[in-house]
């Protein structure tokens, strides 16, 4: 069974450093695009970007860009979102999502990690 | 503004058929790219609804279906269902922004 897996809610001050995780399980990492999707409170899906963890080979959407940091560890089948400096209008429910085989499809997605930057 | 255009909400009553548009342009859908549609309970995460325009996940219930013609696309819902409260999101790729995008999702309120 395909599971990705969200690290934990954050709480964190403007200005600060933060990295959230994903994990994923049933099936070949390193065979598929991990996608990170933001969603303010109240609003729509947003992609920020994706990334191939065979090769690190990763987009970003030009909103996104110079932004967030989208990595990977493909030793311990993980992919990473990282901000360098916190903002207070970076908190919302980021997610996860596998790209599947079809025409750029999310198939799964994880649960979701709430970002609040609040000072 | 998101790139794909659907309506903020529709509302049904019980057992009533709703349908939800998705507009796209020249660079996404009406390049025959596919559209994917999610549903998302309050609460809880997107999972996926619709598949390469009309194709549903297995236990997707079949009162589910989509369609495309064009720069468009459609999900319709029969046979409404209070558990089909949920917001809606169609999804599709965009050659310009060399990546995904979404419509800004449409609130299904079961009267």
């Known amino acids: 069974e395909v599971q990705l897996v969200q690290s934990g809610a954050e709480v964190k001050k403007p200005g600060e450093s933060l990295q959230i995780s994903c994990k994923g399980s049933?099936?070949?990492?390193?065979?598929?695009?991990i996608a990170w999707v933001r969603q303010k409170p109240g609003k729509g899906l947003e992609w920020m970007g994706i990334?191939?963890?065979?090769?690190?080979?990763?987009r970003y959407c030009p909103s996104f860009q110079g932004q967030v940091t989208i990595s990977a560890d493909r030793s311990i089948n993980t992919a990473y979102l990282q901000w360098s400096s916190l903002k207070a209008s970076d908190t919302a429910i980021y997610y996860c999502?596998?790209?599947?085989?079809?025409?750029?499809?999310?198939?799964?997605w994880g649960q979701g990690t709430l970002v609040t930057v609040s000072s | 503004q998101s790139v794909l255009t659907q309506p903020p909400s529709v509302s049904g009553a019980p057992g009533q058929r709703v349908t939800i548009s998705c507009t796209g342009s020249?660079?996404?859908?009406?390049?025959?790219?596919?559209v994917h549609w999610y549903q998302q309970l309050p609460g809880t995460a997107p999972k996926l609804l619709i598949f390469?325009?009309?194709i549903r996940p297995s236990g997707v219930p079949d009162r589910f279906s989509g369609s495309k013609s064009g720069p468009s696309a459609s999900l319709a819902i029969t046979g409404l269902q209070a558990e089909d409260e949920a917001d809606y999101y169609c999804?599709?790729?965009?050659?310009?922004?060399?990546?995904?995008?979404f419509g800004g999702g449409t609130k299904l309120t079961v009267l």
């Open positions: 999502a596998r790209e599947g085989d079809d025409d750029y499809v999310a198939d799964y």
């Open positions: 049933g099936y070949s990492f390193t065979k598929s695009w």
């Open positions: 990334i191939y963890p065979g090769d690190s080979d990763t």
């Open positions: 020249s660079s996404n859908i009406g390049a025959n790219y596919a």
């Open positions: 390469l325009n009309n």
């Open positions: 999804q599709s790729y965009d050659s310009s922004l060399s990546g995904w995008v």
